[in-house]
């Protein structure tokens, strides 16, 4: 599985195949999975350091295979923290098995990340066929709250752009994390409002609290 100090860059359930290109991101959010475990599905996924493309794509050719349907960038951070390396990575995928289905699980800042891009032509063009957005919140207050991103409170609308955006090209769902300080029926009020399915995941870390 290409292990980088014993963090994995691919790793695989059922037939998910899923990519950990890295371990930044732009947010600490509450609930994230990084804080109370190494790993998932028996993978380490903790990462000494970010894998180079070329690493990604050895990977990637010894372990992907047929059994396969969908390869998805995801793992312990924030995949548009490498837009090129998604891209290309994307490419090479496209490549190997066209029929593949390519996900992108992002945090939705892709566009105050790379401000200089236009990260939804970009995904496109690469062949990423849908995107996953964790949402999380209803408002900026909660969004900044539960999520703390690094952008500070303007990161909510620029989540909603970036959905709002993303929606016309790409199959597109939010998810959110089953807790006690997440809305989930404000969530689902304004999911439905952009016409956007939404996805509720389970929690299984330690209890939480915020102020
Ligand atoms: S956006 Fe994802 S990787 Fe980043 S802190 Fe939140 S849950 Fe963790």
Redesign the pocket.
Known sequence: MTDLNDGSIVYWQKASFYLNITNR?T???IF?V?NYKTGVFGFKLKLARDPTEQEIINALRKYLTQAFNEVVFTG???PLERLEVVCNVSREVNKLFPEITIRLDT?GLGELINPDVDVIMELKQAGINQVSI?LNASNAEQYYKI?QPKFGIQSFEALLRFAKSANQFFKINYTIVAIPQIDIQACQKLADEQKISLKIRHYSGPELVIE
């Open positions: 991101c947010n600490d959010c994230c990084r312990y951070g924030e945090n964790s999520c």
